[in-house]
């Protein structure tokens, strides 16, 4: 989901004809997002290293379109960039410590959380109810805040090829009693919500 948001907004912004963009990728590329970027010659891709070399010239704004990772990608998008923006879609792991391998991470990761707000000149939230979290544990200014939604047209790179049954895939019995549970298999995410059902209808 995010990598497909954030291939989708390059396109986006790349559409508009107003910006001259440059995106820092992954010395290895998946084979989607290289030939979703390889269609937009708008762009010009940038390795970590390539953008971080001595006399590299500083953007107006830096856009990290995802929760920062580490220590050390705070210092790289304050020299990469004038401006900076974070978007953070949300506050899940900030919250709740069963997502980390022991307290210390935790904490960690709350620390990191704090100091990417702290630095950005604005933070995007996916919706009000993150920007809401946000303001509620005193993480960031309201004024250093804007609401964006995702919505793009998801039209910029189709699959190409006939879709494939993922690999283990039988095909149940006619009359068969199934829930099919749709989504990444996140503690957050629907996952609870099914086996609760599950256990509900048997």
Not at 42 to 53: G, I, N, W
Request: proline letters at 5%; glycine letters at 6%; hydrophobic letters at 45%.
């Amino acid at each position: 989901g995010t990598q497909l948001h954030v291939l989708e907004l390059i396109a986006a912004l790349g559409r508009t004809g107003e910006v001259r963009l440059k995106a820092v990728v992954p010395d290895e590329l998946s084979d989607y997002a290289a030939r979703a970027l390889g269609t937009l010659p708008e762009v010009q891709l940038l390795t970590r290293s390539a953008a971080s070399a001595k006399g590299f010239p500083r953007a107006d704004l830096v856009h990290r379109p995802f929760q920062v990772g580490n220590d050390a990608d705070i210092s790289f998008l304050a020299r990469l960039g004038e401006r900076l923006i974070v978007t953070n879609q949300d506050l899940i792991g900030y919250h709740n410590p069963s997502y980390f391998k022991n307290f210390e991470a935790w904490q960690a990761y709350r620390r990191l959380t704090r100091s990417a707000l702290a630095v950005a000149d604005r933070v995007v939230f996916f919706s009000a109810h993150a920007r809401e979290d946000a303001l509620a544990d005193d993480l960031v200014e309201p004024q250093r805040t804007s609401v964006v939604h995702i919505g793009v047209d998801h039209v910029f790179l189709r699959p190409s090829g006939a879709p494939t049954a993922p690999r283990g895939a039988v095909r149940l019995p006619d009359g068969a009693q199934a829930i099919l549970c749709i989504g990444t298999d996140f503690r957050h995410k629907n996952r609870v919500f099914a086996l609760r059902m599950l256990e509900q209808l048997q």
